[in-house]
């Protein structure tokens, strides 16, 4: 069909799509660190033998998991304006919305690395006289990130793509951006090639440093 | 220092401890014996309220552990508290249970600097002292995955000791080692024990339990049959069960 | 030329606005309009994708009939700036309802349905259907043609619901974007598209494979959205649009985006 | 904001809404047995220690999970259409599309999983003279299923929701159907909220299903 | 039965196995013996071709395991030849490695019905004639995870013999069990001497050893120091380093 990709390198169109790349990534990471925190005390709360702790973890698990980011965008932008006139930016809406809606995946990961870790861990530090949360935070945690990684690579990715949603709450992140230059010259997959190379560079990006941080936890830690 | 008083424990239906009582008075150096399952370990858990008890008391140091009573009811005592208690009383397990993502010191470190709230620098000193005390001064920043099963257990005791503990429990410390490695880890054992340390050591090693102990008692399916000096357990158990388990236990070699 | 109506008036509907101009130095009372007092700012939500109503230029700009029409009805409001927040088509109403934007100036037709949930100004220009297909394509010639054939639309528009009513007989493709539904066309899926005029001549310019039909089916008229609830902005706005006609800022822009044909 | 749900019995709107499902659930469904007979394939590849099949798979598992499913599609079905003659369906390409896109995500899981089981299991069954693939077959994956099932049930929730994408490729799913209604009738949020709801009851039949598996498999052959 | 002849190993730079070699003849009962480390489950490892060795070679009833020469240089041999070979040579680890999925009865029916694609009908009478000769019929249904360690090694040496191999290799079979459960195990290992099986034991088990074995191979830093039969080693060593070695696993008792 005789692609020119000269036509990114025309007017602002590659300025255009580097602004919407800059929004995504940074959207994205903010989310991110939202989501991972999130996460990590949704996961802790539903193994918590607090029952109605738990249960409103499992609560929020099968909520925002369960459903499309797109609903839950469009309640927390629009619903909360027009119905509790709670006016959130489009910015806060995107980060809160999207880190909330991974931190039930995220939540999940833990959960399921937590469980792995040797029963005997808690023991040991219980019988030292450590607190359960603190044999969590010094001993348990820190043997589960290593196992965490793989999976939460994969979360993390899928993030950044999940961020092109939110242009539907007027964010203008990389996907929107190159579909405004779409419709402005109809070079449909000269764009969205670039798009998909730019995600592409991003997400190898992650991948590649959370492959990093396991092989450099691997070392030191050896296996448990 | 130890009281343990009728308690019973159950594992759903299971009665796994049967109104068991046992004392033991500072110093002293008591060796458990008895046939898989007939609830050893289960019994060392409790003095530690790693495992729950249904009834019963245990108290370490007069002061009652895990239950206690508040308007007549047994109520399980505040976590605080019950922390307190726990790292007065040092627990040393099967598999050693090392932190394997802390460096040999920083597992001896960990408990101290958390519970206690030292600084490193104040624990340090301790800790280095008991690595020379087990034999292990220059392994200090190795990982324990990088330790033989005898360094990794000699390491495991060092850790339970660096919280000063008033009371140490061993479960089986020398049954996942090789027969090689086990040596090492009695003789550690051997010179806590003549340093004065109250021991309660649950323990397959007839030879350490002659020499060392102060008193060896017998469980049998979640009950203890018999106590005495171990001269006289090993030369002329009374019961017909002890009998039958000495004879399995010492007959393959 | 085509058959499309001339660059038409904009037909205020004098009846419904037959109240007293409110003087201009007064104090507003509308929301909206008070807070243009204060700010000198309109703010504008629009899906700038679809040219050439609105989209973004090579400058990376909002461009576009729409939005130089805006800029002039903005000026009468007495807004000297207008901001432009742009979303997808979807997130305009409900964007419309939570005040993330004062107005919406998208090319939307004001049609009875959208009427039940938001107000729309006076209609500002005309848009019809027209049929668009390859160029070698010789056996549609209208839209009786169209009877069994596959024909792309985009979803929820006029065009889908026109077809849909009107010649049930037409195989339809309701796609998400306007783009898609060239991609159709030109991916040979579809023997034509349905769309709004303007939007389909922008097209043809750059795609010398396809032609527009010189009919077009329907007459509908792009509005402006606003809340229901501001109506003091929906009469601002129509004064507002009766002025750019009459000095003559209407014609010129209606003049450089679409030409006289 | 004044919600009236009553709106979703109207017309045929219920009945639009439950075909889109339809669509939504059998082409997950479809995509689902790809991507996970594609992903098992392809974790297995990485860990060959054939060179160039572990390359493969490396970029396989770099292109499909790093760039965004909306491209793929668009590439897939109009982009070999447009430039190769190639007319796939959009039914095939969005089973396709959906598979290949997850089965990346979905072989990183299986690398995981296969990786945690004990490497003396693997011994075990070459000692008694079976070969690596029927030790993999027989010993391995069976256990490894087992841990591989929490983070699959994330994966299979994300793609009943990735599955929305489809509409790109003119494939009416159920997000598709509410797009149409609420831009008949502009109640958006009486039906996101419906559509939310149904994705609701997918998702949470789909986690209640792995959790049961998880729990058989649990009981049936203990932890390993 | 089994020629190692001048193998080297290396782990990286590590030389763990330098110039071994053993002779083992049918129904010989051989036992391997020396310090943690020495290179005792290498040497087996290496016999299953469980280990590539860098150099030498091994042979299994004449025909070699591993590398074959093919034009003068040493290849690995085709998949299937090796699996053949392999399921002549049956191996007990120390830690089992039963599969958990799977009942007693199918991890004893999964090798053979799997290799040789024998009917389970056909493998199910052998299979329970072996859970009867290690004392388990009545397991047959149960998982892994229900067993004690001794039922457990018990049941994988009923799964290597279900191969009807030639010879059985045994790595610390009885180290990680319970001292009362190691007497069950090696009570089997016995019988099996007794029928006449070729058989190669790592073990510290120093009773077994005087008891079965013909012969005593004695490792030190990855070569063979000293080999004869059991009542010379343990009483008259020849070399110092097996004395000292001896002293060691001998004392503690
Ligand atoms: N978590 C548990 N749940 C249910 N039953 C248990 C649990 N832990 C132990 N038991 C049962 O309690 C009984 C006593 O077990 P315990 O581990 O105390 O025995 P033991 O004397 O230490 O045996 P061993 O010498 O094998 O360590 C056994 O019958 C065991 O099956
Ligand atoms: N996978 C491996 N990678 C690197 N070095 C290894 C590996 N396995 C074993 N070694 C090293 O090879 C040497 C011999 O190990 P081996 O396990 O054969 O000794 P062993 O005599 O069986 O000892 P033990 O009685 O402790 O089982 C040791 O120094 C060990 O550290
Ligand atoms: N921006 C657009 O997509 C135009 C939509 C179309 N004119 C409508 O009102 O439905
Ligand atoms: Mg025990
Ligand atoms: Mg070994």
């Keep these: 069909m005789g692609l020119d990709f000269s036509v990114i390198f025309e007017d602002n169109n590659l300025i255009a799509l580097l602004q919407g790349l800059w929004v995504t990534v940074s959207m994205t990471f903010m989310a991110l660190v939202l989501s991972a925190g999130l996460g990590l005390l949704i996961g802790l709360g539903r193994m918590s033998n607090k029952k109605w702790l738990s249960m409103l973890c499992s609560w929020y698990l099968a909520w925002f998991r369960g459903t499309p980011l797109l609903v839950q965008l469009m309640i927390l932008y629009y619903g909360l304006a027009i119905g509790m006139q709670i006016d959130l930016s489009a910015a806060t809406a995107g980060v809160l919305g999207l880190g909330m809606y991974s931190a039930a995946y995220v939540s999940e990961i833990v959960r399921g690395a937590i469980q792995s870790i040797d029963r005997g861990q808690m023991e040991a530090g219980r019988s030292l006289g450590m607190s359960h949360w603190q044999t969590m935070q010094k001993v348990i945690l820190p043997q589960a990130v290593r196992r965490m990684l793989p999976p939460l690579c994969n979360e993390f990715i899928a993030l950044t793509k999940n961020s092109s949603l939110l242009s539907v709450i007027t964010v203008s992140e990389v996907m929107r951006a190159g579909n405004l230059i779409v419709s402005n010259n109809f070079r449909y997959f000269e764009i969205y090639i670039a798009i998909a190379i730019l995600y592409f560079v991003v997400n190898y990006s992650i991948s590649v440093g959370i492959g990093r941080l396991e092989k450099k936890l691997n070392v030191e830690g050896a296996r448990a | ?253 | 030329g085509c058959g499309s109506q001339p660059a038409a008036q904009p037909q205020p509907e004098a009846s419904a606005t037959a109240k007293q101009e409110a003087p201009a130095t007064a104090a507003p009372t509308d929301e909206v309009l008070k807070k243009i007092k204060d700010t000198k700012t309109l703010v504008v939500g629009t899906d700038a994708t679809f040219q050439p109503f609105e989209f973004k230029n090579s400058n990376n700009e909002f461009d576009g009939f729409d939005i130089d029409l805006i800029h002039a009805v903005a000026k009468e409001l007495g807004a000297d700036k207008v901001e432009f927040v742009d979303t997808e088509f979807k997130g305009l109403i409900p964007g419309l309802q939570g005040k993330k934007f004062d107005m919406i100036a998208s090319a939307m037709y004001i049609t009875d349905e959208r009427k039940k949930t938001i107000d729309f100004s006076d209609p500002y220009f005309p848009g019809g259907l027209s049929i668009m297909v390859k160029k070698d394509n010789n056996a549609i010639a209208g839209v009786d043609d169209l009877k069994g054939k596959k024909v792309a639309v985009q979803i929820g528009t006029k065009s889908a619901k026109f077809l849909k009513e009107k010649y049930p007989d037409v195989q339809l493709v309701e796609v998400e974007k306007n783009v898609e539904m060239f991609l159709e066309l030109d991916s040979g899926r579809v023997d034509a598209v349905v769309t709004g005029l303007p939007a389909a001549k922008v097209y043809a310019k750059q795609n010398d494979k396809v032609k527009i039909l010189d009919k077009t089916l329907t007459q509908e008229e792009y509005g402006y959205g606003i809340r229901k609830e501001n109506a003091g902005l929906i009469e601002a706005v129509n004064e507002a649009l009766k002025k750019v006609n009459a000095n003559g800022q209407y014609k010129d822009t209606v003049l450089k985006w679409f030409g006289n044909d």
Tied chains: 1, 4.
């Design chain 2, 1 to 253: 220092m130890i009281q343990v008083k009728h308690i019973h424990k159950f594992y759903g239906k299971h009665h796994v401890l049967k109104d068991v009582s046992l004392q033991v008075s500072k110093g002293e150096v008591v060796v458990i014996i008895g046939p898989s399952g007939s609830g050893k370990s289960t019994l060392l858990r409790c003095m530690n309220y790693l495992e729950q008890i249904q009834d019963g008391a245990i108290e370490i140091e007069g002061k009652p552990i895990g239950l206690i009573e508040r308007n007549g009811e047994k109520v399980e005592m505040p976590q605080k508290q019950l922390d307190q208690i726990r790292s007065e009383v040092g627990m040393v397990f099967q598999n050693f249970n090392l932190f394997p993502h802390l460096s040999v010191l920083d597992n001896i470190l960990m408990a101290p600097m958390t519970v206690k709230r030292t600084k490193r620098s104040d624990v340090e000193p301790l800790a280095k002292e008991l690595l020379v005390k087990v034999g292990l001064a220059e392994k200090a920043h190795m990982y324990p995955d990088h330790l033989s099963g005898g360094q990794k257990q000699r390491v495991a005791i060092a850790r339970a000791l660096a919280m000063q503990p008033k009371v140490m429990l061993f479960d089986e410390p020398t049954s996942a080692l090789d027969p090689e490695l086990v040596g090492e880890v009695l003789a550690v054992m051997k010179q806590l024990a003549a340093e004065g340390m109250t021991m309660v050591v649950v323990t397959h090693e007839m030879g350490f339990a002659k020499e060392v102990a102060d008193r060896v008692v017998v469980m049998d399916a979640g009950s203890l049959i018999e106590e005495g000096a171990p001269a006289k357990i090993f030369t002329a158990p009374e019961q017909q069960r002890t009998q039958a388990f000495l004879s399995k236990v010492l007959s393959h070699d």
